[in-house]
């Protein structure tokens, strides 16, 4: 059962990253490219529409990684000391992200694309981190 248990929260840790971040990219890049193409009333209503539409994703992804994370943490002890560094970077990566991420989300947001880029950005380096971290331990 271990096993089990192990494996759907890994999934549950990758799913919320790749739906956070992948949500991320497509907001900022293809949804506000598209909305450059409309009269600015029209692209405003969809940014505002479609980051009320993407907060509620934003709130779950979030507290299922902070559960998966902490899950996976306690589950494996004993880590090295470049292991818990490299962890202390990732997780002030996280931080911006999640601050990123509601920031960008929010109502009459004038900088929206701009904090969806710059959380992507840091969710790539993360991704990267955390790749690293996978092989090392």
């Known amino acids: 059962m271990g096993d089990v248990l192990a494996a759907i929260i890994r999934w549950l840790h990758i799913a919320s990253v790749a739906t956070l971040i992948g949500g991320m990219l497509y907001a900022s890049v293809v949804m506000m490219g598209a909305a450059g193409a409309l009269a600015p009333d029209a692209a405003a209503a969809l940014s505002e529409k479609s980051a009320a539409r993407f907060r509620p994703l934003v709130w779950l992804a979030m ?6 994370g902490a899950y996976n943490l306690i ?3 004993g ?5 818990l560094v ?3 970077i990732k997780l ?3 931080m911006h992200v999640f601050a990123a991420a509601i920031l960008a989300t929010r109502p ?3 900088r929206r694309t701009r904090q969806m880029i710059g959380a992507f950005l840091s969710g790539l380096v993360i991704i990267l981190i955390s790749a690293y971290l996978r092989r090392i331990f």
């Open 63 to 68: 507290a299922a990684l902070v559960v998966s």
């Open 75 to 77: 589950s494996s002890p």
């Open 79 to 83: 880590h090295s000391s470049r292991y």
């Open 86 to 88: 490299l962890l202390g």
């Open 92 to 94: 002030l990566l996280v």
């Open 108 to 110: 009459r947001n004038p």
